[in-house]
Protein backbone atom coordinates (compact mmCIF):
# COMPACT_ATOMS: atom_id res chain seq x y z
CA UNK A 1 0.00 0.00 0.00
CA UNK A 2 2.39 2.55 0.61
CA UNK A 3 4.54 1.47 -2.65
CA UNK A 4 1.73 2.29 -4.38
CA UNK A 5 0.86 5.62 -2.32
CA UNK A 6 4.74 6.64 -3.56
CA UNK A 7 3.99 5.59 -6.90
CA UNK A 8 1.10 8.02 -7.00
CA UNK A 9 2.44 10.93 -5.35
CA UNK A 10 5.63 10.61 -8.19
CA UNK A 11 3.04 10.37 -10.78
CA UNK A 12 0.59 13.12 -9.81
CA UNK A 13 3.32 15.53 -8.64
CA UNK A 14 5.05 15.85 -12.22
CA UNK A 15 1.60 16.30 -13.54
CA UNK A 16 0.22 18.84 -11.47
CA UNK A 17 3.77 20.41 -11.61
CA UNK A 18 3.22 20.49 -15.69
CA UNK A 19 -0.06 22.50 -14.91
CA UNK A 20 1.33 25.08 -12.32
CA UNK A 21 4.82 25.05 -13.21
CA UNK A 22 4.84 29.02 -11.89
CA UNK A 23 3.05 28.34 -8.70
CA UNK A 24 5.01 25.23 -7.72
CA UNK A 25 3.38 25.04 -4.54
CA UNK A 26 -0.12 24.18 -6.01
CA UNK A 27 1.42 20.80 -7.25
CA UNK A 28 2.05 19.93 -3.51
CA UNK A 29 -1.10 20.91 -2.56
CA UNK A 30 -3.08 19.09 -5.60
CA UNK A 31 -0.93 16.25 -5.34
CA UNK A 32 -2.12 15.61 -1.36
CA UNK A 33 -5.77 16.36 -1.58
CA UNK A 34 -5.69 13.60 -4.71
CA UNK A 35 -4.19 11.17 -3.05
CA UNK A 36 -6.44 11.66 0.18
CA UNK A 37 -9.67 11.62 -2.42
CA UNK A 38 -8.52 8.96 -4.46
CA UNK A 39 -8.36 6.57 -1.62
CA UNK A 40 -12.16 6.70 -1.47
CA UNK A 41 -14.89 4.40 -2.99
CA UNK A 42 -15.00 6.02 -7.18
CA UNK A 43 -17.02 2.69 -8.13
CA UNK A 44 -20.13 3.43 -10.05
CA UNK A 45 -21.73 6.28 -11.63
CA UNK A 46 -20.29 9.03 -10.37
CA UNK A 47 -21.64 13.07 -10.45
CA UNK A 48 -18.77 15.81 -9.31
CA UNK A 49 -20.12 19.02 -7.67
CA UNK A 50 -17.62 21.79 -7.81
CA UNK A 51 -15.19 20.28 -10.78
CA UNK A 52 -13.68 23.79 -11.51
CA UNK A 53 -11.90 23.70 -14.68
CA UNK A 54 -11.91 19.67 -14.90
CA UNK A 55 -7.94 19.52 -14.59
CA UNK A 56 -7.48 18.91 -11.38
CA UNK A 57 -10.03 15.35 -11.55
CA UNK A 58 -8.35 14.48 -14.81
CA UNK A 59 -4.71 14.31 -13.23
CA UNK A 60 -5.84 12.82 -10.14
CA UNK A 61 -7.43 10.04 -12.16
CA UNK A 62 -4.06 9.10 -14.02
CA UNK A 63 -5.16 11.89 -17.31
CA UNK A 64 -1.95 14.04 -18.65
CA UNK A 65 -1.58 17.01 -20.62
CA UNK A 66 0.69 17.64 -23.15
CA UNK A 67 4.28 18.73 -21.60
CA UNK A 68 3.64 22.11 -23.77
CA UNK A 69 0.33 22.47 -21.90
CA UNK A 70 -0.53 24.65 -18.62
CA UNK A 71 -3.16 26.65 -17.52
CA UNK A 72 -1.09 30.15 -17.95
CA UNK A 73 -2.03 29.29 -22.06
CA UNK A 74 -5.78 30.14 -20.52
CA UNK A 75 -5.56 33.10 -18.60
CA UNK A 76 -6.99 36.55 -18.57
CA UNK A 77 -4.88 39.04 -16.53
CA UNK A 78 -7.64 41.80 -16.33
CA UNK A 79 -10.18 39.48 -14.18
CA UNK A 80 -9.95 39.00 -10.31
CA UNK A 81 -10.28 34.94 -11.20
CA UNK A 82 -7.52 35.02 -14.20
CA UNK A 83 -8.36 31.09 -14.44
CA UNK A 84 -12.02 32.26 -14.92
CA UNK A 85 -11.71 32.41 -18.87
CA UNK A 86 -11.39 29.89 -22.02
CA UNK A 87 -9.55 29.71 -25.08
CA UNK A 88 -11.08 27.49 -27.69
CA UNK A 89 -9.21 24.32 -29.31
CA UNK A 90 -5.78 25.28 -26.52
CA UNK A 91 -6.23 21.12 -26.37
CA UNK A 92 -6.63 19.06 -29.50
CA UNK A 93 -6.50 15.37 -27.99
CA UNK A 94 -6.63 14.29 -24.49
CA UNK A 95 -6.66 10.43 -23.14
CA UNK A 96 -9.88 9.19 -22.35
CA UNK A 97 -10.01 7.50 -18.86
CA UNK A 98 -12.03 4.18 -18.31
CA UNK A 99 -12.22 4.59 -14.73
CA UNK A 100 -14.13 6.19 -12.94
CA UNK A 101 -17.59 6.54 -14.53
CA UNK A 102 -17.99 10.23 -14.22
CA UNK A 103 -21.20 10.56 -16.05
CA UNK A 104 -21.79 14.20 -15.14
CA UNK A 105 -19.14 17.52 -13.96
CA UNK A 106 -21.05 20.49 -12.21
CA UNK A 107 -19.55 24.15 -12.00
CA UNK A 108 -20.81 27.38 -11.53
CA UNK A 109 -18.75 28.79 -13.92
CA UNK A 110 -19.24 29.02 -17.54
CA UNK A 111 -15.73 29.00 -18.66
CA UNK A 112 -14.79 25.93 -16.47
CA UNK A 113 -17.91 24.03 -18.01
CA UNK A 114 -16.16 24.73 -21.34
CA UNK A 115 -13.09 23.31 -20.16
CA UNK A 116 -14.29 20.48 -18.94
CA UNK A 117 -15.93 19.60 -21.96
CA UNK A 118 -12.56 19.69 -24.47
CA UNK A 119 -10.80 17.77 -21.52
CA UNK A 120 -13.14 14.89 -22.39
CA UNK A 121 -13.01 13.02 -19.07
CA UNK A 122 -16.54 13.70 -17.86
CA UNK A 123 -19.67 12.36 -20.08
CA UNK A 124 -21.50 15.66 -19.51
CA UNK A 125 -20.88 19.05 -18.01
CA UNK A 126 -23.49 21.48 -16.94
CA UNK A 127 -23.21 25.07 -15.64
CA UNK A 128 -25.66 25.41 -12.23
CA UNK A 129 -25.76 26.73 -9.22
CA UNK A 130 -25.01 24.69 -5.89
CA UNK A 131 -27.49 25.69 -4.29
CA UNK A 132 -29.86 24.94 -6.69
CA UNK A 133 -29.26 21.68 -8.75
CA UNK A 134 -31.13 20.69 -11.90
CA UNK A 135 -31.11 17.05 -11.13
CA UNK A 136 -34.54 15.10 -9.63
CA UNK A 137 -34.44 13.69 -6.25
CA UNK A 138 -32.76 10.59 -4.75
CA UNK A 139 -31.75 9.84 -8.48
CA UNK A 140 -27.59 10.16 -8.06
CA UNK A 141 -25.71 7.08 -6.47
CA UNK A 142 -22.56 8.80 -5.84
CA UNK A 143 -21.38 12.09 -5.91
CA UNK A 144 -17.86 13.91 -5.22
CA UNK A 145 -17.84 17.13 -3.51
CA UNK A 146 -15.13 19.39 -4.37
CA UNK A 147 -15.39 22.32 -2.03
CA UNK A 148 -16.18 25.08 -4.49
CA UNK A 149 -14.68 28.52 -4.36
CA UNK A 150 -17.27 31.51 -4.77
CA UNK A 151 -19.83 28.87 -3.20
CA UNK A 152 -22.44 31.40 -1.51
CA UNK A 153 -24.14 28.96 1.36
CA UNK A 154 -22.35 25.51 2.02
CA UNK A 155 -25.18 24.61 3.91
CA UNK A 156 -27.65 24.80 1.56
CA UNK A 157 -25.70 23.23 -0.95
CA UNK A 158 -24.90 20.60 0.85
CA UNK A 159 -28.69 19.87 1.62
CA UNK A 160 -29.11 20.19 -2.08
CA UNK A 161 -26.31 17.33 -2.96
CA UNK A 162 -28.44 15.17 -0.37
CA UNK A 163 -31.60 15.40 -2.00
CA UNK A 164 -30.58 14.40 -5.47
CA UNK A 165 -28.31 11.48 -4.01
CA UNK A 166 -30.06 8.32 -3.26
CA UNK A 167 -30.46 6.27 -0.03
CA UNK A 168 -27.32 4.88 1.26
CA UNK A 169 -25.54 6.54 -1.83
CA UNK A 170 -22.16 7.84 -1.33
CA UNK A 171 -20.46 11.43 -0.90
CA UNK A 172 -17.06 12.10 -1.38
CA UNK A 173 -15.80 15.35 -0.22
CA UNK A 174 -13.02 17.65 0.62
CA UNK A 175 -13.09 19.84 3.35
CA UNK A 176 -10.63 21.92 5.60
CA UNK A 177 -9.51 21.43 9.25
CA UNK A 178 -10.02 24.72 11.71
CA UNK A 179 -6.74 24.23 12.81
CA UNK A 180 -4.82 25.42 10.24
CA UNK A 181 -5.93 29.17 10.45
CA UNK A 182 -2.59 30.69 11.47
CA UNK A 183 -1.16 29.23 8.65
CA UNK A 184 -2.59 31.98 6.08
CA UNK A 185 0.19 34.29 6.18
CA UNK A 186 -1.17 36.49 3.20
CA UNK A 187 -3.91 37.75 5.81
CA UNK A 188 -1.86 37.32 9.00
CA UNK A 189 0.92 40.46 6.91
CA UNK A 190 -2.10 42.38 6.05
CA UNK A 191 -3.78 42.94 9.45
CA UNK A 192 0.07 42.75 11.31
CA UNK A 193 1.89 45.21 8.86
CA UNK A 194 0.82 49.19 9.69
CA UNK A 195 2.45 49.95 6.58
CA UNK A 196 -1.37 50.87 4.89
CA UNK A 197 0.39 50.43 1.65
CA UNK A 198 2.03 46.49 1.99
CA UNK A 199 -1.05 46.13 4.35
CA UNK A 200 -3.28 46.34 1.51
CA UNK A 201 -1.02 44.67 -0.94
CA UNK A 202 -1.08 41.51 1.36
CA UNK A 203 -4.65 41.70 1.69
CA UNK A 204 -5.15 41.55 -2.21
CA UNK A 205 -2.48 39.16 -2.15
CA UNK A 206 -4.99 36.84 -0.30
CA UNK A 207 -7.99 37.95 -2.06
CA UNK A 208 -10.72 36.94 0.35
CA UNK A 209 -9.17 33.67 0.54
CA UNK A 210 -8.62 33.42 4.51
CA UNK A 211 -12.39 34.40 5.16
CA UNK A 212 -13.68 31.43 2.02
CA UNK A 213 -12.20 28.64 3.76
CA UNK A 214 -12.09 29.40 6.93
CA UNK A 215 -15.59 30.18 6.91
CA UNK A 216 -15.75 26.33 5.64
CA UNK A 217 -13.26 24.82 8.73
CA UNK A 218 -14.08 22.73 11.62
CA UNK A 219 -12.67 19.99 13.64
CA UNK A 220 -12.82 16.91 12.86
CA UNK A 221 -15.77 16.07 15.38
CA UNK A 222 -17.85 19.12 14.89
CA UNK A 223 -17.20 17.90 10.78
CA UNK A 224 -18.57 14.27 11.99
CA UNK A 225 -21.15 16.12 14.30
CA UNK A 226 -22.36 18.26 11.77
CA UNK A 227 -22.69 15.28 8.73
CA UNK A 228 -24.67 13.23 11.76
CA UNK A 229 -27.31 16.52 11.84
CA UNK A 230 -27.96 15.91 8.27
CA UNK A 231 -28.18 12.24 8.18
CA UNK A 232 -24.47 11.23 6.93
CA UNK A 233 -22.82 8.63 8.18
CA UNK A 234 -18.86 8.89 8.34
CA UNK A 235 -17.17 5.44 6.55
CA UNK A 236 -13.87 6.48 5.90
CA UNK A 237 -11.93 9.45 6.28
CA UNK A 238 -7.63 10.60 5.86
CA UNK A 239 -5.84 13.55 6.76
CA UNK A 240 -2.60 15.60 5.38
CA UNK A 241 -0.92 18.63 4.36
CA UNK A 242 0.95 20.19 7.65
CA UNK A 243 0.75 23.58 8.24
CA UNK A 244 4.09 24.58 7.13
CA UNK A 245 3.58 23.42 3.75
CA UNK A 246 0.32 25.25 3.80
CA UNK A 247 2.45 28.31 4.52
CA UNK A 248 4.26 28.36 1.24
CA UNK A 249 1.26 27.47 -0.66
CA UNK A 250 -0.36 30.89 0.75
CA UNK A 251 3.10 33.05 -0.23
CA UNK A 252 5.09 31.09 -3.05
CA UNK A 253 4.92 32.94 -6.61
CA UNK A 254 1.72 35.22 -5.73
CA UNK A 255 3.78 38.41 -5.68
CA UNK A 256 5.26 37.90 -9.03
CA UNK A 257 2.74 35.41 -11.22
CA UNK A 258 1.14 38.14 -13.50
CA UNK A 259 4.64 39.63 -14.63
CA UNK A 260 5.46 35.62 -14.81
CA UNK A 261 2.63 34.51 -16.74
CA UNK A 262 3.70 37.43 -19.37
CA UNK A 263 6.94 36.69 -19.27
CA UNK A 264 6.43 33.00 -20.18
CA UNK A 265 3.79 33.71 -22.89
CA UNK A 266 6.45 35.89 -24.65
CA UNK A 267 8.05 32.90 -26.78
CA UNK A 268 6.79 30.54 -29.59
CA UNK A 269 5.31 27.88 -27.72
CA UNK A 270 8.11 25.18 -28.64
CA UNK A 271 10.60 27.42 -26.91
CA UNK A 272 8.41 27.74 -24.43
CA UNK A 273 7.88 24.57 -23.85
CA UNK A 274 11.65 23.61 -23.39
CA UNK A 275 12.18 26.61 -21.00
CA UNK A 276 9.47 24.98 -18.54
CA UNK A 277 11.20 21.71 -19.38
CA UNK A 278 14.15 22.42 -17.34
CA UNK A 279 12.69 24.40 -15.07
CA UNK A 280 10.38 21.46 -13.92
CA UNK A 281 13.75 19.76 -13.96
CA UNK A 282 15.28 21.49 -11.48
CA UNK A 283 11.72 22.09 -9.54
CA UNK A 284 10.89 18.38 -9.26
CA UNK A 285 13.44 16.64 -6.61
CA UNK A 286 12.94 19.29 -4.73
CA UNK A 287 9.14 19.63 -4.66
CA UNK A 288 9.36 15.78 -3.56
CA UNK A 289 11.46 16.13 -0.96
CA UNK A 290 9.31 18.57 0.39
CA UNK A 291 6.48 16.47 -0.45
CA UNK A 292 7.47 13.69 1.69
CA UNK A 293 8.56 16.11 4.26
CA UNK A 294 5.94 18.04 5.07
CA UNK A 295 2.76 16.79 3.72
CA UNK A 296 2.21 14.77 6.39
CA UNK A 297 1.42 11.52 4.32
CA UNK A 298 4.29 9.54 5.01
CA UNK A 299 6.40 11.56 7.78
CA UNK A 300 4.34 13.19 10.63
CA UNK A 301 6.33 15.84 11.00
CA UNK A 302 3.00 18.28 12.17
CA UNK A 303 -0.02 16.81 14.59
CA UNK A 304 -2.18 19.02 12.84
CA UNK A 305 -3.58 19.25 8.71
CA UNK A 306 -5.23 20.96 6.91
CA UNK A 307 -7.33 18.72 4.87
CA UNK A 308 -10.19 15.86 5.23
CA UNK A 309 -11.67 13.78 2.88
CA UNK A 310 -14.06 11.80 3.60
CA UNK A 311 -16.59 8.92 2.81
CA UNK A 312 -20.44 9.24 3.61
CA UNK A 313 -23.31 7.25 3.52
CA UNK A 314 -26.64 8.63 3.41
CA UNK A 315 -29.14 6.98 5.80
Not at 43 to 69: A, K, N, R
Not at 272 to 281: C, L, N
Request: charged share 25%.
Amino acid sequence: MILKNILFVFLRLWQYLSLYFLKPFDAINDTLTSSLIHRLDWDGEVVELGSGDGEFSYVMHGGTFPIWYDRYLDTDLSKNDIFDTHKDEKLTTTKVLAYPNIILSIDARENHVKKIKEIGFSKDAICSFYEKLPLEDESIEKIFYYTPHGLENHDKSIDEALRILKPKGKLLILLYDSVFKEAFLCHKYSKEIKNNFLSNYFKKLDNGRYSEITNLSRTKDEWVEYFKSKGLDVKVSHTGLSKIAWKFYDIQTRPILKPLIRLFNLPPLWLRAIIKIIWMILLYPLLLVFYFLFSNEFIKIDKNNCYFSFELEKS
